[in-house]
């Protein structure tokens, strides 16, 4: 593994090779074990949101808004800005971005890779503006969604890559400040979306870590990321439903509520 090839490439062309040439291991989890709770919390979303699937049902406005971007994400040709409107709006909706925290979209974050500097995006993030511009939750688009299996994104390595540079950047930003850095056991929460299903994620990043990826260097440890992708137990159901079906969108809404504890609100 030592001897795998490590290069300055761009941060969307990150795969698993790349995670394997940096001892990075993703693991799965079920929900007691990722979120750290046995039972997981009811969304604090208004009632109709889990009780009508169309938007047409919907008596407040910004709930209908929501479920319409819904609509047009599932839409076989949709295209990304969908993804990243309806994610932006469903964490305003959840009260992931609110106040001095903001959801920002497309959003550059620098990352010195093997001697040079790149740049990751950051399809959604939420910033904290009341702590030095901090990023505390990193989106990644899946753009394989009704591509098939022959689309070459991998939207789980570029995620990680990007949780990476996060790491890099806000602990710049502290020390510039005379802040302390937050290095132990140091962890970046982030969500591969595809289409409205989400996969959450826990990214431990330290400091050697981001040294090692800065030089090109393989790391002394491996690094750990936990992974979780919402069930539903209905018979039948498939992955690519997203949040369409209310049994999905109930499940789907309790993980990203009980999220919110991860990410640090």
Same mark, same amino acid.
């Given at each position: 593994?030592?001897?795998?090839?490590?290069?300055?490439?761009?941060?969307?062309?990150?795969?698993?090779?790349?995670?394997?040439?940096?001892?990075?291991?993703?693991?799965? @989890?079920?929900?007691?074990?990722?979120?750290?709770?046995?039972?997981?919390?009811?969304?604090?979303?208004?009632?109709? #949101?889990?009780?009508?699937?169309?938007?047409?049902?919907?008596?407040?406005?910004?709930?209908?808004?929501?479920?319409?971007? #819904?609509? #047009?994400?599932?839409?076989?040709?949709?295209?990304?800005?969908?993804?990243?409107?309806?994610?932006?709006? #469903? /964490?305003?909706?959840?009260?992931?971005? *609110?106040?001095?925290?903001?959801?920002?979209?497309?959003?550059?974050?620098?990352?010195?890779?093997?001697?040079?500097? !790149?740049?990751?995006?950051?399809?959604?993030?939420?910033?904290? !503006?009341?702590?030095?511009?901090?990023?505390?939750?990193?989106?990644?688009?899946? !753009?394989?969604?009704?591509?098939?299996?022959?689309?070459?994104?991998?939207?789980?390595?570029? /995620?990680?890559?990007?949780? &990476?540079?996060?790491?890099?950047?806000? *602990?710049?930003?502290?020390?510039?400040?005379?802040?302390?850095?937050?290095?132990?056991?140091?962890?970046?929460?982030?969500?591969?979306?595809?289409?409205?299903?989400?996969?959450?994620? *826990?990214?431990?990043?330290?400091?050697?870590? @981001?040294?090692? &990826?800065?030089?090109?260097?393989?790391?002394?440890?491996?690094?750990?990321?936990?992974?979780? !992708?919402?069930?539903?137990?209905?018979?039948?159901?498939?992955?690519?439903?997203?949040? @369409?079906? /209310?049994?999905?969108? +109930?499940? &789907?809404?309790?993980?990203?509520?009980?999220? +919110?504890?991860?990410?640090?609100?």
């Amino acid at each position: 593994m030592a001897n795998l090839r490590r290069s300055a490439e761009s941060w969307s062309d990150w795969t698993e090779a790349d995670l394997d040439a940096y001892d990075i291991v993703v693991v799965s @989890e079920d929900a007691a074990t990722f979120f750290g709770q046995a039972v997981l919390p009811e969304p604090h979303v208004q009632q109709e #949101l889990l009780d009508y699937q169309k938007a047409e049902d919907m008596v407040n406005d910004n709930n209908a808004e929501l479920i319409n971007l #819904l609509d #047009l994400v599932m839409v076989p040709s949709s295209e990304d800005s969908a993804v990243v409107d309806f994610t932006t709006e #469903l /964490l305003k909706t959840l009260g992931y971005a *609110k106040r001095h925290r903001v959801a920002r979209t497309r959003k550059n974050i620098p990352l010195l890779i093997c001697g040079e500097w !790149r740049h990751a995006k950051a399809d959604v993030c939420v910033m904290d !503006r009341g702590d030095q511009d901090d990023i505390m939750l990193l989106v990644q688009e899946d !753009r394989r969604f009704g591509q098939g299996e022959s689309a070459s994104s991998d939207p789980q390595a570029q /995620l990680i890559g990007a949780a &990476i540079a996060t790491f890099s950047q806000n *602990k710049r930003r502290r020390i510039e400040a005379g802040l302390p850095s937050r290095d132990s056991k140091h962890f970046i929460p982030g969500i591969v979306v595809a289409g409205t299903t989400p996969t959450f994620y *826990k990214i431990y990043v330290n400091s050697e870590l @981001e040294h090692s &990826i800065r030089h090109g260097l393989y790391p002394c440890m491996r690094a750990r990321v936990s992974r979780h !992708r919402p069930a539903v137990s209905r018979p039948g159901h498939r992955w690519s439903e997203g949040m @369409e079906p /209310l049994d999905a969108r +109930k499940e &789907i809404l309790r993980c990203y509520e009980a999220f +919110k504890a991860i990410v640090g609100f």
